[in-house]
């Protein structure tokens, strides 16, 4: 199962028991409070999906890896690259900062 149809699932069942608290086919007397409080529940959720998806994000971003050896790799195969294309007479503008070797 995907993330996508775990959270869909989720969703739907919440969705599913909230409806079902605030129009009250069932019959249910919840206090006023409760009921007033339903209805508040989906803009809950709505921030409180938001302040996961962007701590999640910051959580991701402040540990993410650098790879310097796959930078350095890199680096070389377009140094490679860039001699084989003047080998065969392709000529590269000159931009600032850039060195080479």
Known sequence: MTKL????????????????????PLGLRLPEPCQQLLWTL???LVVGLGCYALATVGFR?????????????????????RRELAALGFRFPEAAGETEG
């Open 5 to 24: 149809m775990e959270w869909s699932l989720g969703l739907g069942l919440l969705a599913v028991a909230w409806s079902g608290l605030v129009f009250n």
């Open 42 to 44: 989906p803009a809950y």
């Open 61 to 81: 971003v402040a540990t993410f890896n650098d790879c310097r050896a796959a930078a350095q790799e890199l680096q070389e195969q377009v140094r490679e690259a």
